[in-house]
């Protein structure tokens, strides 16, 4: 048996795993703060502007995680038992404790993938609204996209065909949510502006601790009453922070490392091609998420964990994803530390 690989394990469990930097810490600690709930923070409105601008909104506002962010969205737009659509195994279908239904009262109705993984069409989306009916009859309300959406493999949505959906969803009568949580992958890796990718959403989400590093906190950024009716959510949600600028610090210095997502989207095509060579079914990422189908995810996870590989089981097979630190280094001995093509078994049932 093939002895685990000297040095930390490489944790390729989520980009979500990173760990804010001494520049980052410096930050944080000299960072001009106020209380939020009461008289706002000078730092955290710094960052909500900066990411207003970047996303083309009127308005933004800071919050405690994605999930939250995504949550307030729904609240906002949503009465309860409206109807909302999103694409097959969204994020906010699947991993936020079915909060859109428990606490937003949304009816949730996946679309298929259609247009391709993570991707549904805009016919799907102009087919799944109710129109008329009786006074009992479902009210869809909201399609929520998802870019990159995370199941499919952070596939991207590019700016004509997510304009093409939003324009479908107006034309039906829905507003249109975006979780973003790695929209700035989706940006880097089309070479596109936040904001094209956000033209056309009424409402974004964008996270901060993922790729780029800070240790907490998402922007939820929309039209100016959009946010008025938001910061009373999140005060309901328990998400009034006070001295908020220390967390809002990490994420302005997280801002300026967007274009560094590119070594990320690098390393995740290294380690699928890595992985292709020793004999594994992958596809070459769109940006750092790589997925590996197997036939067991979590006995394949095991096994890589014994190696020095941190790795998360799907539905499907095994997820890896790239981030700031992870070195080139760290995935070639991720690579060298998956069994060879003979001992492929080990991850699949015969």
Known sequence: MTSPPAGPPVDLRSDTVTRPDARMREAMARAEVGDDVLDGDPTMRALEEEIARLLGTEDALWVPSGSMGNLIALCVHLERGDRFLAPDRAHILDHEVGTAAWLAGGMPRALPWTAGPGAPSPSDITRAVAHGGPYFALRDRLLCLENTHNAAG???????????????????????????????????????????????ADTVQVCLSKGLGAPVGSVLAGGTEFVRGARRVRKMLGGGVRQGGVLAAAGLVALERVERLAEDHDHARLLAAGLAERGWETTTPQTNIVMLPVDDPRHTVAVLAARGVLTVPTDAGVRMITHCDVSRHDVLRAVESFPPPGARPAGRRP
């Open 154 to 200: 952070g596939t991207v949505t590019a700016p004509r065909e997510h304009r093409r959906l939003t324009d479908a969803a107006h034309d039906a009568g829905l507003l249109v949510h975006l979780d973003g949580a790695r929209l700035w992958n989706a940006a880097v890796a089309l070479g596109v502006p936040p904001a094209d990718l956000a033209e056309g």
